[in-house]
């Protein structure tokens, strides 16, 4: 069975700095999809940025990009100049290829915007 | 363009009660997610559905059951509640077609057992 590890139950930045949350997961697939998802206080989960395992490239979403190390299975997502808009959970999920499966989710991370 | 939503907002339920909740996709998607997100924890993965049949099935008893109606709807069952059934439950949409698959959230039900 696949599972996705978040080590950092918080974390606390500065507005305006950059923070990092960590993600790693266990698979024995090799396609699969990953993805952060935002879920502020009021509850919507929010698709912030998502990776294809078989894309080299490090997926950018604006203030937002992922450092994907495929052979190390770690997935970090990386917040520039952090707003206080980005407070929120910060949940890494995994999904393998096909497109049927559910996601598998991480125990999140709480992201505090210090102003 | 509605997105995901689901009613009610807020239920709460005693012990051994059944409850449905229900869950309209957003306009154009035809498979249906739902996932238990307890206090604190992530969302787990209950089950799916797409073209009215189960597809996929998480580890959760056979007390969750669902259904799919023909406009995409769908429904959450669970019976014999139990205290560790309050959670926040969340539905999921998405068009499979799409390579990456996005399932889009709705804001949930939070149930409460007591």
């Known amino acids: 069975a696949q599972t996705v590890t978040q080590s950092q139950p918080e974390m606390s930045v500065q507005e305006a700095e950059t923070v990092t949350l960590s993600c790693t997961y266990d698979t024995s697939e090799s396609d699969y999809y990953l993805f952060w998802y935002k879920q502020p206080p009021s509850r919507q989960m929010i698709l912030v940025i998502r990776q294809e395992a078989y894309k080299q490239q490090n997926a950018t979403e604006n203030r937002f990009s992922v450092n994907f190390q495929k052979a190390a299975k770690s997935f970090s997502l990386k917040i520039s100049d952090s707003q206080l808009g980005d407070a929120a959970m910060y949940f890494c999920?995994?999904?393998?290829?096909?497109?049927?499966?559910?996601?598998?989710f991480g125990k999140g991370t709480h992201l505090i915007i210090q102003p | 363009d509605a997105g995901v939503t689901q009613s009610p907002t807020h239920l709460i339920k005693t012990r051994g009660q059944q409850v449905t909740l229900r869950c309209s996709p957003k306009?154009?998607?035809?498979?249906v997610s739902w996932y238990q997100q307890a206090l604190g924890q992530g969302p787990q993965f209950i089950f799916q559905y797409y073209e009215e049949e189960e597809r996929q099935r998480g580890n959760f008893p056979d007390r969750f059951s669902g259904h799919q109606f023909p406009n995409y709807s769908s429904e959450l069952n669970v019976n014999a509640l139990l205290l560790g059934d309050s959670a926040l439950y969340l539905c999921?949409?998405?068009?499979?077609?799409?390579?990456?698959?996005?399932?889009?959230f709705g804001p949930g039900t939070r149930l409460t057992v007591l």
């Open positions: 999921a949409s998405s068009f499979p077609e799409l390579s990456y698959n996005e399932q889009f």
């Open positions: 999920a995994y999904r393998p290829g096909g497109g049927a499966d559910g996601l598998t």
């Open positions: 306009s154009g998607h035809d498979t």
